[in-house]
């Protein structure tokens, strides 16, 4: 039973991790077999479409990377947490999201669904 | 099919019912045939078990009302939103959480999930 705070950091990792291989390993780590992704831009059906699906958000935010900056919050078997992209360099923030997701008994991540906190947030 | 936002108010008018009998038939406006409700401190498993545990949920906090105070965000067949719980002679928070919920093809819906947030924020 992975520890769902290790599980969300690695989900984080998912989205900072530049080389697919690594990043495909880090998606068996954090989702189930059978995990997906969704939020109001992107989908991921299964754990290749996730993998590319990260890769093609990096592509649209070069010099950034994600933050965990609220949770995890876990109860039962379902956990919300908030990251934040930031630039690199500066720390400024270029978008806050509350992430959602059911978990599987094994402890990794089942169906995960995204929401982006108006613009305002992270101004 | 039905508005998404109504549901909400419908739903936020469920926890504020004190009737037995109107809230259960706000409860199937708000609720598919197979919903259910999951927060830290109760579940219901079905529409007589949501109900109940409204019920009780409101036993323990005579004189305070649930408001909508953010939302409802919603994206393909998800929602969330804020509710805050308020004393209604002074208007004091006593409670703050979120709620999440999966949206059935009718509009009603299905699987909701409460977060409570820290009690600071409701301070």
């Given at each position: ?13 998912v ?8 990043r495909q390993?880090?998606i068996a780590?954090t989702w189930a077999d059978d995990g997906t992704y969704l939020?109001?831009?992107m989908r991921g059906e299964d754990p290749e479409q996730i993998g590319a699906m990260v ?49 599987a008994?094994?402890?990794r991540l089942r169906a995960v ?11």
């Amino acid at each position: 039973m992975a520890d769902i705070a290790t599980v969300v950091d690695d989900y984080i990792a998912v989205w900072n991790e530049a080389d697919p291989v690594r990043r495909q390993e880090l998606i068996a780590r954090t989702w189930a077999d059978d995990g997906t992704y969704l939020d109001p831009l992107m989908r991921g059906e299964d754990p290749e479409q996730i993998g590319a699906m990260v890769g093609a958000a990096q592509a649209q935010f070069p010099g950034h990377r994600f933050e965990l900056t609220a949770g995890p919050d876990h109860h039962n078997d379902v956990v919300r947490f908030t990251w934040t992209l930031v630039a690199v360099d500066t720390g400024a923030p270029a978008a806050v999201g509350v992430d959602f997701a059911t978990v599987a008994e094994d402890g990794r991540l089942r169906a995960v669904t995204g929401f982006l906190e108006p613009a305002a947030t992270a101004a």
